[in-house]
C-alpha cells in the first residue's frame, strides 16, 4: 500500500524560526527520508515553495480564473509531502509517528487511492 504523509504547517512559522532552526528540521527531515529508503519504502518526497508564491486554478463554465497567493483563509499549508509504500495501515501509522516534522507540525497520514470508485450495486 502506498501512504503519503502531509506535513502542515502554521503558514507564519516557516518565517518566523531562525535559519539555525530551519537547517536542524531539514536535517532531521532528511536523516528520516535516508531511513525509508534504506528500508526500501520510499517513494519520493519534496518541500513546497511559500504559499505566497501559489496560485490557486479554478475552471467554471469553460472560463479559468487565477487566484495568487497568499490566501487569506490559509491558517496551515502543506509545507511538504513524503510518499512510501509499506504492508499495513499500522505500519504506516508507526511511520508517520516516527516523522520528526510530527514535533513542530501536523502529520496527516492519508493512503493513496483512486479518485472515483464505481458503487457495487449488490
Do not use: N
Amino acid at each position: 500500500m502506498t501512504y503519503m504523509l502531509l506535513v502542515m504547517e502554521e503558514s507564519k512559522r516557516k518565517r518566523s524560526r531562525t535559519p539555525e532552526e530551519g537547517r536542524r528540521e531539514m536535517e532531521r527531515m532528511m536523516g528520516f527520508v535516508r531511513d525509508l529508503q534504506a528500508r526500501g519504502l520510499w517513494k519520493g518526497s519534496d518541500s513546497l515553495r511559500s504559499v505566497s508564491e501559489g496560485v490557486r486554478i479554478e475552471v467554471r463554465d469553460h472560463q479559468r480564473t487565477l487566484r495568487d497567493g497568499p490566501f487569506a483563509e490559509s491558517k496551515e499549508v502543506v509545507g511538504g509531502y513524503v510518499l512510501f509504500d509499506c504492508a499495513s495501515r499500522e505500519e504506516a501509522l508507526a511511520i508517520a509517528s516516527q516523522c520528526p516534522a510530527a514535533e513542530w507540525s501536523t502529520v496527516e497520514l492519508r493512503e493513496v487511492g483512486v479518485c472515483y470508485e464505481e458503487e457495487d450495486p449488490g
